[in-house]
Nanobody
Framework: HVQLVESGGGLVQAGGSLNLSCVAS?????????MAWFRQVPGNDREPIAG????????YQPDSMKGRFTISQGSNKFVLSLHMNDLKPEDSGIYYC????????????????WGQGTQVTVS
């Protein structure tokens, strides 16, 4: 089991930038696993933005998300940040942090541990 806590959402003007942060914690384990950011915008299914393996931070990212969205790992390898640039109103939605414990980071349907989500609103 892993707990995920997101922070950093809020209101931003179109064209602006916003950074989100996710802290993961596991009881009795310091093993590496996959962390990723997803989002759900109104009218759409939840979609992956990018993910990585905490032990070797190669980034997995759908082509549709490349360009304005990047992720980075903190000095604590269980902290994952999402950096969003040139935000558009259609980016408004709930942004979720997720984890997958078997190390298959590029199969986004495998992520089954979720944070509570953080709201991003672009005006």
């Amino acid at each position: 089991h892993v707990q995920l806590v997101e922070s950093g959402g809020g209101l931003v003007q179109a064209g602006g930038s916003l950074n989100l942060s996710c802290v993961a914690s596991r009881r009795r384990s310091s093993e590496s696993f996959c962390m990723a950011w997803f989002r759900q915008v109104p009218g759409n299914d939840r979609e992956p933005i990018a993910g990585l393996y905490t032990g070797n931070p190669f980034t997995y990212q759908p082509d549709s998300m490349k360009g304005r969205f990047t992720i980075s790992q903190g000095s604590n390898k269980f902290v994952l940040s999402l950096h969003m640039n040139d935000l558009k109103p259609e980016d408004s939605g709930i942004y979720y942090c997720a984890a997958e414990l078997m190390g298959i980071c590029d199969v986004f349907s495998r992520y089954k541990y979720w944070g509570q989500g953080t709201q991003v609103t672009v005006s």
